[in-house]
């Protein structure tokens, strides 16, 4: 069986989730937590190298402040269960901002935690044109390895399949470059609503990809 090395997860649809159940929008993050637990799991006993977990954006704190103030609590707390679980962690976005959480600061480099293991990635206050901010100088030619050696998330490997959950068909902005050869597998379930099935179906419909990576 062919196990993608790369997994990225898009954990959409937290706020129609709270909504369908009679709460107000910025109650579904909490809702979003054991899900990702539990998919690191999965990962880790399918044997995937490395996951990536897109939290918020930058464009993502346009939303009314209870939304924000609710959803980067859920990051914060997101990474404490994660790390929890033993991983090689990076939280990575604009550590400048007053968006970025002050409790994830001490994960801005990769740390290995609770024995490490998985690669981990968690995406934070994360935004493409931050991330591509250090290509501005490098001319009209740059090679591939200039490319990704400028990149804030250069320490982030290629994406071999990006799962997004919630039914929406977009990338929403993740990490342009890693995602550029990456399949891409839609789960119509809300993220609160996760399944194991879900990562099962996707990992069997990538079984039947043609990956040549434009060879």
């Not at 939303?63 to 990474?79: H, K, M």
């Not at 990076?90 to 740390?111: C, H, T």
């Not at 069997?204 to 043609?210: A, E, F, I, K, L």
């Amino acid at each position: 069986m062919r196990i993608p090395e790369h997994l990225a997860v898009i954990p959409d649809g937290n706020r129609r989730w709270a909504e369908h159940h009679g709460m107000k929008k910025e109650q579904g993050y909490q809702f979003g937590l054991a899900p990702g637990v539990q998919l690191l799991r999965q990962a880790k006993a399918g044997g995937i190298k490395e996951l990536t977990f897109y939290g918020f954006t930058t464009d993502n704190c346009k939303r009314p402040r209870a939304q924000r103030e609710s959803f980067s609590a859920a990051c914060v707390e997101a990474v404490r269960l994660l790390a929890a679980e033993g991983a090689d962690l990076l939280v990575l976005g604009n550590y400048e901002s007053a968006n970025f959480p002050p409790e994830l600061l001490p994960y801005q480099q990769r740390r290995r935690v609770a024995g490490g293991g998985i690669k981990l990635n968690f995406l934070v206050n994360y935004g493409w044109e931050w991330d591509l901010a250090g290509l501005a100088d490098e001319g009209e030619n740059p090679s591939r390895a200039r490319i990704c050696g400028c990149l804030r998330s250069a320490d982030v490997s290629r994406i071999d399949l990006v799962v997004r959950w919630g039914g929406m068909r977009r990338l929403s902005g993740l990490l342009p470059v890693q995602a550029v050869y990456a399949d891409f597998f839609v789960v119509e379930a809300l993220w609160p609503d996760w399944q194991p099935e879900h990562l099962q179906e996707a990992l069997g419909w990538y079984q039947q990809q043609d990956v040549t990576l434009g060879g």
